[in-house]
């Protein structure tokens, strides 16, 4: 089994390999220079895809992808992601990029900058602009967050593909039932301190949400200022913050296989983000956020750099089913864990900013 890790950074990529997920040997950078805000590692095919929304600061933003490790790289000749004439747009990053489900092959979504969603039905090679969220009424009043405006998480509902959850900053958690034809404001309980009124119907800087294991229904949401969990598809949120140090962050992940399971990386917020004290550690629930477990062997006790949203990923580890988890900071270090967050290893340290971290074993 072949752990791989690809590392999207703000001067290129890297991709970390390892057989016993104890020691990684770290890949020449790949688009030496050019910012790779999101990454894939597409398992479905017969064998494993890696893509990565670049930024070419010559020929603009595109999806590549390798179907060999990283040996080689193809991009479609036209652009993988390109605006029909009549929206009046140009593509400026591609923040997310997110394989479905194993029984439906070749479906690939992207998140983009100016915020959108796109469809690929073939593997990443072409992307379809999804109209009717671009035509939505609410877009002329969706803001940016501080890195600009982000579709920045896609969450399908892998027993209804139909139905379909996304994230954007700012706007907050959108939800289709129709495949993708109309999309509803899901942000009851999410606060928005920003605004005004005690809680708007969308305007929420959302900043990622996940899906848990056992119910597609329930979804963990990290908020620009609290930590909430819905159990109805977004219908209504609680705030499940108590018990952590901070409940600003950016990134949450869910674990693949076990219910009620789920990690976030809290931050002091709001203009200082660092861990809390300086304290990087990773907080894991197991019963959907009623409590929380602090998790910090390994890590460093002085750190005062971020995990951004897309720069966090999870996947099943190890044979008998223990979660992988693994993130990277700004500062340019990388970690893993093999045991679910019991303890941490460092991967690689000094690169440039991390800026999204996806991880698979191979066969």
Not at 149 to 178: E, K
Not at 207 to 233: C, S
Not at 263 to 288: E, F, H, K, N, V
Not at 317 to 339: H, K, P
Request: hydrophobic share 35%; proline share 7%.
């Amino acid at each position: 089994m072949t752990t791989v890790i690809a590392i999207g950074t703000k001067k290129g990529l890297w991709l970390a390999t390892s057989q016993d997920r104890k020691t990684y040997t770290l890949s020449e950078p790949h688009f030496l220079n050019l910012e790779v805000p999101s990454v894939a590692i597409d398992t479905r095919g017969p064998t494993p895809r890696i893509l990565a929304g670049i930024n070419d600061w010559h020929w603009g933003p595109t999806v590549v992808h390798s179907d060999d490790l990283g040996a080689t790289w193809s991009e479609p000749e036209h652009g993988a992601i390109t605006f029909p004439e009549d929206t009046g747009a140009a593509l400026a990053r591609v923040w997310h990029l997110h394989p479905d489900t194993a029984d439906r092959p070749g479906v690939v979504w992207a998140g983009c900058e100016p915020i959108s969603v796109w469809k690929s039905t073939d593997g990443g090679e072409g992307f379809e602009l999804n109209r009717g969220l671009w035509d939505h009424p609410h877009r002329p009043e969706w803001g940016e967050g501080f890195g600009g405006a982000a579709a920045h998480t896609i969450v399908p509902n892998p027993l209804d593909d139909q139905t379909v959850h996304i994230a954007m900053s700012t706007g907050g958690v959108y939800r289709t039932r129709d495949g993708g034809s109309t999309w509803e404001a899901k942000n009851r309980g999410i606060s928005a301190g920003f605004l005004p009124g005690e809680e708007p119907e969308f305007g929420q800087c959302v900043h990622r949400i996940t899906a848990d294991a056992a119910n597609p229904e329930r979804l963990y949401a990290q908020n620009h200022g609290g930590v909430y969990r819905t159990d109805d598809g977004g219908d209504r949120w609680t705030d499940i913050g108590n018990g952590l140090p901070a409940d600003f962050g950016f990134t949450f992940l869910a674990h693949p296989r076990t219910a009620d399971t789920a990690w976030t990386l809290p931050l002091r917020a709001d203009y200082q983000r660092i861990p809390p004290g300086g304290r990087l550690s990773l907080y894991r629930t197991t019963d959907a956020g009623t409590t929380w477990t602090e998790q910090h062997t390994g890590l460093p006790e002085n750190e005062f750099n971020v995990v951004l949203r897309d720069a966090a990923d999870i996947d099943l580890a190890r044979e008998d089913g223990t979660a992988g988890l693994y993130f990277g900071t700004r500062g340019g270090e990388v970690y893993a864990s093999n045991d679910e967050g019991e303890s941490f290893l460092q991967v690689a340290d000094r690169l440039p900013d991390v800026l999204s971290v996806r991880a698979a074993s191979l066969g």
